[in-house]
């Protein structure tokens, strides 16, 4: 599989913003579909959203719908999640994750994910 490798989290406090990249390192993306996970503590992993490179859909969850926006650029072999209006429900780990994403918030749609980067935010 391709190594995937967030970066970009960090401490941040109510109301800033984030930008985090999945970097595939040495490969392009298997071309089927990225996604963006998130785990506060204590609660289940939560897909973010979904870029689904084979038919061109986007997917958000209804709960950063509006906040968060990903993009891919491809010459990188980089997938961005832009975070804005960050509020401290948003705190966890943030991963990125590979797989057919036919059901995209699936945790089981994704065989292939990165070791996930911390996005903490303050009150």
């Known amino acids: 599989e391709v190594k995937l490798v967030e970066s970009g989290g960090g401490l941040v406090q109510a109301g800033g913003s984030l930008r985090l990249s999945c970097t595939a390192s040495g490969a392009t993306f298997d071309g089927r579909a990225v996604a963006w996970f998130r785990q506060a503590p204590g609660k289940d992993r939560e897909a973010l959203s979904c870029l689904r490179m084979y038919d061109g859909i986007t997917y958000y969850a209804d709960s950063v719908k509006g906040r968060f926006t990903t993009s891919t650029d491809n010459a990188k072999n980089t997938v961005y999640l832009e975070m804005n209006s960050l509020n401290p429900e948003d705190t966890g780990v943030y991963y990125c994750?590979?797989?057919?994403?036919?059901?995209?918030?699936?945790?089981?749609?994704?065989?292939?994910w990165g070791q996930g980067t911390q996005v903490t935010v303050s009150s």
């Open positions: 994750a590979t797989g057919w994403a036919l059901s995209w918030s699936l945790v089981d749609e994704y065989d292939n």
